[in-house]
């Protein structure tokens, strides 16, 4: 017993770092809690990973509501493509008991690597206003922001290209316990999503996800309750912090920022 309590102060600062990290770049917040975890507090992967994702649904959803407020979430687009994503986070969650993850984390790393040099040397995408008015068939959807300081955000979505990605996040968050959001992002962003709203939207993707994906490790008890619920109280007010400072930060910056943390994801993973 007295073991967690010697862990539980480092595992607040560990949610505040992770909560404002996550919050900032859309992310769920696992890629530092999963290893952290691991290394700090003598987690198994499985224990790690389990607590992890049932820490990000507190990351998702204060992350969610703060750019909420903003205006900057598309509520439409994260529910539509939750619907293929949560079914995947729970069998991905299913999957941690059933698989060595030895060669898939292989192949996520590669992945992840490749997303971030996509996002680093994809050419400026056109004016809102011009994608806005292109017709990409039936299965284009049209969407419009405005946010709290009335900056517009015209784009379209490709439906038949959204949701069996949404499914594939799903099923790699849940079995590497990492949010989703290092696919979300980058998946919105390149069927024309811009950087901000990718970001503003993928908290509320991560939530849901997260939430099925806790679902399935509950059950197979990989969650520790006390140290999730030291990890909450920081996840929480470190939400506060990364979307503020996301709201002042740049789109170029973003997505320099946000492949970075895809490229140390994948070598963290590698190392493990």
Known sequence: ???????????????????????????????????????????????AIGTSMAAIVF????????YHRQGRLDWRLALVAETTAMPGSFLGATLTGLAAPSS???????????????????????ADEEVF??????????????????EVFAYSVDLL????????AGVISGFFGVGGGGVNVPLMYHIGVPMHVAIATSTLMITLTALSGA???????????????ALAPGIIAGAQ?????????????????????LIMMAIILLAG
């Not at 992770?18 to 507090?41: D, F, Q």
């Not at 990351?59 to 703060?66: D, K, P, Q, T």
């Not at 898939?104 to 056109?126: D, E, G, K, V």
């Open 1 to 47: 017993m007295l073991e967690p309590l010697i862990h539980l102060p480092m595992i607040i600062l560990l949610g505040l770092f992770a909560g404002s990290l996550g919050a900032m770049l859309g992310l769920g917040g696992g890629i530092i809690t999963v290893p952290a975890l691991m290394i700090l507090a003598g987690f198994d992967a499985h224990h």
């Open 59 to 66: 990351a998702g959803a204060a992350s969610a509501l703060a």
């Open 104 to 126: 898939l984390r292989i192949l996520f790393s590669i992945f992840l690597i490749a997303l971030a040099l996509s996002i680093i040397f994809r050419r400026s995408s056109p």
């Open 133 to 150: 008015k292109r017709d990409h068939g039936e299965t284009c959807w049209k969407r419009v922001l405005r946010d709290s300081r009335g």
């Open 161 to 168: 290209k959204l949701l069996p990605a949404s499914f594939l």
């Open 215 to 229: 679902i399935g490790h509950i059950l197979l008890g990989h969650v520790k309750l006390i140290e999730l619920l």
């Open 241 to 261: 912090l990364g979307t503020s400072a996301a709201r002042r930060t740049s789109s170029p910056a973003l997505r320099k920022m946000f492949s970075s943390v």
